[in-house]
């Protein structure tokens, strides 16, 4: 397995069966302009199978930390270690860019993606509630 940070339309395009969705060209412009975001994607024989996004957040008192905004593996991939690896990865491209923290909101029944955050070394602070605002349709 290889890790590689994608910088392109095309290597994004080509790991979209990892996303929920399809890529948009314009969405995928605007991800790679971005300084603050960041994909890492798994390869397995130059295929993706695994990816992992980051987006740095900054506040005046807080400092630089970063978000682990999604992570997924090919189901034919799983429970090799990809997603711990990619975590790991992200890790440690958080504290290469002077990041203080890296943290990840998790689905309290997501079993898999708790006990891949753990073998990561993530730590549990506690549940927490999330609100979101639909601002377009």
Known sequence: MEIRRAGTIAEL???EGLFDGPAREEWSRRFLDSSGHLMLIAYVDGVPVG???GVEMTHPDKGTEMCL???SVDE???R???GRALSLALAE???ARGCHGMWVGVDTDNEAALATYRAAGGEDEG???MR???LAP
Do not use: D, N, T
């Open 93 to 95: 491209e958080a504290r």
């Open 69 to 71: 905004y999604e992570l």
């Open 76 to 78: 034919g991939h799983r």
């Open 132 to 134: 979101g605002w639909k």
């Open 13 to 15: 395009s080509a790991a």
């Open 80 to 82: 090799r270690g990809i």
């Open 127 to 129: 549940a927490f509630v």
């Open 51 to 53: 990816m992992v996004s």
